[in-house]
């Protein structure tokens, strides 16, 4: 019998692409995929090592598995992904239940790790992060009608509080003909919504073709037949082109969402993190953004509590998200990273400051969008069905204004059964928490 094989992946979509990945290689050598990894023979934990609760959850799905291990329900563990490339040693001398920890450089060599483990051997293995695959065949983890993209790996702005750089490398952008290849292929696979990921989507195409690409890229996908919506996210402010812009304005199926990781608004603050701009010029591209594309939903990132923050740094940021008015937002308490150069500095603001501070920027953002939601009552919205809530006796879904697994849900009756992928015209009638609430009244809009 095959040997079974289960996937755990954790973290960002561009992880989970490269857990699609390594699964379609074990496919294609023979070995068995499981959808529950605790029935399996050998299971992958495919790591995000982005921030502390990250590592966490990390480190628990591994414990979680070392005491299947033990109890013998699973024969042996694999650790992939961010956190084993950034603490390799660590997890070797603190868990030696592991049976194999890999970088990102290795990825290609899966079939022959798991190979090496089923005959007792230990394997420690980091290629170059620069041979970490970006092409090849994927068995998709998503629902069916929706899918990631990743048009690039690495990152190149080495924010001072982010460890990317060191754990996946130089940026590097995919060859446009591939990303239009795999494209095609998942549109004949029935894939719906596209939504096209990197560490910087905006920067793509700069170092093969020295010059920005995403427009470019943006329009050659609208010109694939089955896709209905084409999502942009992790935008950079900087590059964030009028060209870019226009596409999104002008072209049918991209979405009119664009995420935008801001980090924050004060000038010091921004200079310390090694990134650009200020509270006027942040305020004045968000403006620009929403003229030259009406209606379109913005989506951003903040930290709370970075290093030599002060009272006053951070009003200018609760000022900033109360005035622009974020369609959604996340804000993220500081995390102290090793190896970065904000994680070295002295003036680190305590751990419970940065937690009150982000939940009070929350709190005002969840009030602007609950306002917002009870806004769009009476109006009727184009939604995609994505399962049936047995409990709520209901159908639930997605927006335009709504990235799988990042935003809210909206939930539906329909006097038939709908199917998933399914779009749908939605007539809102209510909202509940920041969630929005209708009935179908087209399901089958053009």
């Known amino acids: 019998m095959p040997t079974k094989i289960g996937m755990v992946s954790l973290g960002c979509p561009k992880n989970q692409v490269d857990a699609e990945l390594l699964m379609h290689t074990l496919h294609r050598e023979g070995f068995e995929l499981n959808q529950d990894p605790a029935l399996a023979d050998v299971v992958i934990i495919n790591t995000c090592g982005f921030i502390e609760s990250a590592k966490q959850e990390a ?33 070797s001398e603190e868990m030696p239940e592991v049976d194999a920890i890999v970088g990102i450089g290795s990825n290609a060599e899966i079939a022959d790790i798991v190979r090496d483990t089923l005959h007792d051997k230990k394997v420690y293995r980091f290629g170059e992060k620069c041979e970490l695959p970006l092409e090849g065949g994927r068995i998709l983890s998503t629902l069916p009608f929706y899918a990631y993209l990743k048009i690039a790996e690495g990152c190149d702005n080495c924010c001072s509080y982010c460890a990317i750089p060191s754990i996946r490398g130089r940026f590097r952008s995919r060859p446009m003909e591939n990303v239009l290849e795999e494209a095609r292929w998942l549109a004949g696979r029935g894939v719906k919504e596209l ?20 427009a470019e890229l943006l329009r050659n996908l609208a010109q694939i037949d089955g896709f ?30 664009l995420d935008i990781p801001l980090q924050h608004c004060d000038e010091e603050i921004l200079r310390a993190m090694n990134r650009p701009g200020n509270r006027q010029e942040l305020t004045s591209l968000i403006a620009h953004v929403r003229e030259k594309v009406p209606g379109i939903t913005l989506r951003t990132s903040l930290i709370a509590g970075f290093p030599g923050e002060t009272e006053e740094n951070f009003t200018h940021l609760c000022e900033f998200v109360k005035e622009t008015e974020f369609d959604r937002l996340g804000c993220f ?35 602007i969008m609950a306002r917002k939601n009870e806004e769009k ?22 927006s335009e204004a709504d990235a799988p697994d990042i935003d809210g849900k909206v939930f539906f009756s329909s006097k038939n059964k709908l ?17 929005l609430i209708g009935v179908v009244t087209d399901e089958h809009p053009e």
Do not use: H
């Not at 033990?70 to 950034?86: P, Q, S």
């Not at 009552?377 to 997605?398: A, P, W």
């Open 228 to 257: 209905r919506w084409i999502r942009v996210l992790y935008a950079y402010p900087e590059r964030i082109t009028d060209e870019l812009l226009d596409v999104i304005a002008s072209e049918p199926k991209i979405a009119k969402y």
């Open 419 to 435: 199917a998933v992928g399914q779009f749908v015209t939605v007539r809102v009638d209510d909202v509940m928490d920041l969630d």
């Open 377 to 398: 009552i009476g109006s009727s919205i184009l939604c995609v069905v994505e399962g049936f809530d047995r409990y709520g006796e209901c159908f639930f879904g997605r």
């Open 333 to 367: 308490a500081y995390s102290q990273e090793d190896g970065t150069p904000a994680g070295q500095r002295e003036d680190q603001v305590d751990e419970q400051v940065r937690t009150d501070r982000a939940e009070l920027v929350m709190e005002e953002q969840m009030t």
């Open 59 to 91: 480190i628990d799905n591994i414990l979680e598995y070392i005491t299947l291990k033990k109890e013998g329900r699973i024969k042996k563990i694999i650790v992939t992904g961010c956190l084993a490339e950034r603490y390799r040693r660590e997890i």
């Open 195 to 214: 939504v096209v990921v990197a560490q910087d989507t905006t920067k793509y195409g700069q170092d093969l073709y020295g010059e920005y690409k995403l």
